[in-house]
């Protein structure tokens, strides 16, 4: 025990502890050193010096008064780091170095500085000399053995000293023992702050915040990442400099650094609503952290609202997508403004959306194009979104001008009853350019954002009001329809919902042709009618009599059919100023000129001009039925039987057994992947985009049978990242299905080590009626926490049969034994195009666990295993 006590008018730490460690140390001295003088007072740490409690003030003595008194309990704990013996003046000085952090804090509130403590050993003494850790030999610290107390205390008071480098050193230690320790993290960050390093201290107050043990330091680290973000990007985007930062950092913390924030701590930062002030040149590209090192993105990324808004130049390549849309970056929709440079669409998957809002280079949107861009901005579903253009000034900065001033720099509350925008045009301009210099490039842009703020201001309103669609009501049917329409000739204004039922039709059915005059010329429309075959559509306002008889008389068609799409013009303006990437009408004044055109040129088809069937499309409903009327019927789809390449013995009286494989075409590759044993499956989407579960010829759900019972709590983790892969086609919900095989349950092979409950092996496109190779399946599940079945080779050639026996005497991914067999299949850059399997010859299909009623279950790794709903 120790206690403060005042003596010969200083104040010291005092007592049996600082004894025992004092003479410990002692007799290792005298052995090194000759004639070695103890102290004869006693043995303590200074805690005040005589001079420095003469010059405190009345209140400071008063509070020093209270450590020192007999009723004074011991004060915090103190560390030893180890003993030092430094030669001055022809005598030696002998002390051991402490560390106490309640005695720092003692001093602070006392008004006192830092002080090195220590514990003075030899009768020579020498207060000029540094007494800190500094003056320790190597290996006298054995860091190694030391607390994770003493750490941070060290840490903490080298701090404090301003020694930010030794205390990043230190900090590492901890952190190198303990990876969650929340105060590792904050030291280290602390400690770069200091330093100048922002990325790394931003990084390390992140990780801070996923170790934080309650919400005062939760708030502290919010706290600090938002001072940091001053001088450094949000998240893991790094300057230049920064990378070399990085490389200060042991290799294993690096790794931690660089590891993705979570969603929550991201939403929390978005909701500070903070103007951004780092301001970075245009020219400046920022990197990422890949799987190879770091991967720089096209110039002039920066966070407009943290991980929700981004503005860029325009993306290179597909690799910039996969970039932007990593975990280090979080885009889900790019919202594309270059007119002259639409993006490829192959660069784009599940994670990652394009939408194409097009603009003429230096010019800014219309008004009804900013309000399809604010809906995007607003929408959750969409968000983070990344805003481009050429070079990321003009074009996208009017945008984002346009954003800040009516929401600033945060989400936006759109239930507010009394909205009004958050700065005036000059004001998000000024604020705009002071972190994105060169934003805004002509006059036309600066007046438009102005503009922009008058209408909200007219408005109240973020948004025009909506003009709500009617309600539902049945497909009118004029004359005849059956399943003989060769000719479908649409009639309608504008945003009526032509395009969307003809692109329906064409999505189920390829044996359309679609004919539109929005894409291209009347020269190309007319000769594509005349020469079309069977199956056309016309998609044309067609609102005319005589328009319509011209076309009918170029079809030349035997069973042509009129579809009238009646909504009033309020509504079909409203659509069609919502449309992003119309070829001819862009949202703004032109839709206006040509509904009304069309409005006034209007009269109704009739029977008599010529057509089998008028129909009449006034509702959603509607347009619903006509396409189902003329699609073909969809139904379940079973997974087609594979052949076998060759029989081991496992070849059932109803099993196909193949001749021989097809030899693969140039340029075709061989996939050869593990088949597992479990139950086939399907997810596909139904007509009104809901989740549908199949297995085999036959839907399903956790009721259906046992080894079923935990479909329902799998589909609820993975329902947002199967509707972003089967949701993909806006005009045919059920156009995909992902195969693989459920394997909760042991059918004939046990597995345990398998990573999911599912395992995809196919995506089917119906539209096509085609399987995409696996380098598209790969692509589309690449993020998600879907898994796959496992590639054994790739080659350009189909095996042996010899090679094909080896193949299947290989061991599972997923299990000790071996494989049940193998699929093998030729693929093309995009197909299937064949596909064939071997199965081993001891391999036993059927279900005979459940003419038991036992069921076994196979073993499935995972990380979080309440993640994965393990209990019964």
Known sequence: MATIQEARGSVSLIGEAIDILATGAIPDLKRKVRDFQIQTTPFHITLVTKDEKRNLSPAALASLVKFTAASAS??????????????????????????????????????????????????????????????????????????????????????????????KAYSQEILLRDPESSKGWLRLADAALQLGEFKVSMLAYAQAWKASENDKMSAYTVKMLHKCSTDTEWGHLLQEEELTQLESVSKQIKQRLLTPWPNNLRESIADMGVPPSLCLEPRRHLSIPDSIGVFSLPRFFRWLVPFKIAVMSTPRNGRDIRALSSDSIGIKTVLTLTEEEPLDQSWFNTR????????????????????????????????????????????????????????????????????????????????LRAIRPGSIETEQQEVFISKWVSVLWKRQSLFPA???????????????????????????????????????????????????????????CETAVSHAKEKLILDRCNTSAADRKFWLQLADAKNAVCVLFDYNTQLCVSRAQQRADHPTLPPGSRVLNAVKQMTEQFSAPELKEGFKAVLTVKSFAASDDLISRLSPTIGLLKFPRTAHLIDLGAIGSDDILLPSAPPPSLGCTVVITEKVDGANMGFSLSSDRQLLVQNRSHFVNSSSHIQFKKLDSWMARHREELFGLLNRDKYFPQRYILYGEWMHAVHSVSYNSLPDRFLAFDLFDRREGKFVNRETLETL???????????????DTIPTDSELRSLVEKQSAFAEGRVEGVVVKIEDK???????????????????????????????????????????
């Open 74 to 167: 011991e004060i915090g704990i103190f560390h030893h780091l180890g003993t030092a013996c430094i030669k001055r003046g022809g005598s030696d000085v002998a002390f051991i170095v402490v560390i106490w952090v309640s005695g720092q804090q003692i001093r602070k509130r006392l008004g006192l500085p830092h002080k090195d403590f220590h514990i003075t050993l030899s009768a020579n003494d020498n207060h000029n000399i540094d007494k800190s850790i500094a003056c320790l030999r190597a290996g006298e610290f054995d860091v190694q053995n030391a607390s994770l107390e003493c750490l941070d205390h060290l840490t903490f008071t080298l701090h404090n000293a301003g020694r930010y480098l030794d205390a």
């Open 781 to 795: 599940l690449s993020g998600t926490g879907i898994h796959i079945t496992k590639v054994m080779e790739k080659r």
């Open 466 to 524: 909506a003009v709500p669609e009617p309600p539902a009501c049945p497909l009118d049917i004029t004359g005849q329809l059956d399943g003989s329409v060769d000719f479908l000739m649409l009639v309608g204004i504008p945003g009526s919902g032509k395009s969307w039922v003809a692109k329906s039709l064409l999505a189920r059915d390829p044996r359309w042709t679609y004919v539109s005059q929005d894409e291209s010329s009347r020269s190309a």
């Open 352 to 431: 990652i959306k394009n939408v194409f809002l097009p603009i003429r280079n230096y010019y800014p949107p219309s008004i009804e194009q900013m309000d399809v861009a604010m809906r995007i901005l607003t929408d959750e579903e969409s968000l983070p979104v990344l805003i481009h253009c050429g070079g990321g000034k003009g074009r996208a900065g009017s945008i984002a001008a346009c954003y800040m001033a009516a929401c600033g720099f945060t989400k936006p509350n759109l239930q507010s009853d009394d909205w009004q925008p958050a700065m005036s045009a000059q004001d998000s301009i000024s604020k």
């Open 830 to 872: 995009s197909w299937v195009k064949w596909r064939g399997k071997v199965v081993r010859g001891d391999f036993l299909a059927g279900n005979q666990h459940w003419s038991k009623k036992i069921m076994q279950e196979n073993g499935i790794l995972a990380t979080n295993m309440e993640e994965l709903d393990i209990a019964s």
